[in-house]
């Protein structure tokens, strides 16, 4: 049971334009989740989060969108550099239930074509 | 600041050999998290300490894996009898008690490929 899903798993995009990643969840108790960037043969690199009790999160070039009622989140990046190429991940936690688990989805690999 | 870092990088075992890796954390974080990562997967959780108690099991840890925080600073995971299909990327992450911040900062992750 996939509690969540990011249903793209690839995505290209050209340099200087938005890069719109979603990510979808089943478990309404779910209050805070996550983005993290992985490179091949590393750990994943925290990028940015966004609490139950907010709608959005800004963090530079990156923003996440929190749609509780669709159950949906989105990470905007723009404008989107070559560096950003990387498979992107999607967590989410039970925090305020006392459940420190963070459950990913399969990710979805972004590519900027320069 | 260092980050969380994972020792040794890569691993290449024998079916059936034991293997153990360890995890430093960012030094002021008491929790402890080990996940595993395969192939086309994203990471999935595996358990959790909070300073040297072991709060949380997935099911997934089976009796062959153990994991130990034994002064509430690093951490070892050990796989006994390896078989195959430990193959995987095993990552751990530490992150601070406090409530305002709950992320989980991720070290550079420990590769298993067993034969």
């Known amino acids: 049971d996939q509690q969540v899903k990011q249903n793209s798993p690839s995505l290209s995009v050209q340099e200087g334009r938005i890069s719109i990643l979603n990510c979808d969840y089943t478990?309404?108790?779910?209050?805070?989740f996550l983005w993290y960037k992985k490179y091949p043969a590393e750990g994943p690199t925290f990028l940015i989060s966004?609490?139950?009790?907010?709608d959005k999160n800004e963090d530079g070039r990156f923003t996440v969108f929190l749609n509780k009622s669709a159950k949906h989140l989105s990470l905007h990046i723009v404008p989107s550099q070559p560096g950003d190429s990387a498979v992107y991940f999607c967590?989410?936690?039970?925090?305020?239930?006392?459940?420190?688990?963070?459950?990913f989805g399969t990710g979805t690999r972004l590519t900027i074509i320069p | 600041d260092t980050g969380v870092s994972q020792d040794p990088r890569h691993k290449i075992t024998k079916r059936g050999q034991n293997v153990t890796f360890r995890c430093d954390p960012i030094?002021?974080?008491?929790?402890l998290y080990w996940y595993r990562q395969t192939l086309g997967q994203g990471p999935e959780f595996l358990t959790y300490?909070?300073?040297?108690?072991?709060?949380?099991k997935s099911r997934l840890l089976s009796d062959r894996f153990s994991a130990e925080r034994p002064k509430g600073s690093f951490s070892t995971l050990e796989i006994q009898r390896t078989e195959q299909g430990d193959s995987a990327m095993y990552l751990c992450?530490?992150?601070?008690?406090?409530?305002?911040?709950?992320?989980?900062?991720f070290g550079p992750g420990t590769r298993l490929l067993v034969l």
């Open positions: 967590a989410a936690s039970e925090s305020n239930f006392g459940n420190e688990k963070l459950t």
């Open positions: 966004i609490s139950s009790i907010k």
């Open positions: 478990n309404s108790m779910f209050d805070y």
């Open positions: 992450a530490s992150r601070s008690s406090g409530r305002a911040d709950k992320t989980q900062y």
């Open positions: 030094s002021e974080h008491n929790r």
């Open positions: 300490f909070q300073n040297e108690a072991q709060l949380e």
